[in-house]
């Protein structure tokens, strides 16, 4: 009685699972085929990779930013390489 009452839901589940190259599979049949999908599927990957990279911005912070801002709300009265050199020294002591 509970295994029917089991393949009665498993009956009624409907498969909501997205494959993989879904995106790919969707542009392909709206295109105009002029190329086979295994071709299709390439470009259409390389360029969604291109595009996510044009938008990438970059966050990295140089080692020596905190150094660099010091320096430059300091009075300059040393030059930049003896300013980072004792800000380096004063920061780890």
Do not use: G, H
Not at 33 to 42: L, N
């Amino acid at each position: 009685y509970e295994a029917d009452a089991v393949a009665e839901v498993m009956a009624k589940y409907i498969d909501l699972s997205v494959p993989y190259d879904a995106a790919a599979k969707i542009a392909y049949e709206t295109s105009d085929k002029s190329m086979i999908y295994d071709d299709f599927k390439a470009k259409y990957e390389a360029d969604a990779v291109a595009e996510v990279m044009a938008k990438y911005i970059d966050l990295s912070v140089p080692y020596d930013a905190a150094a660099k801002i010091a320096y430059e709300t300091s009075d300059k009265s040393m030059i930049y390489d003896d300013f980072k050199a004792k800000y380096e020294a004063d920061a780890v002591a």
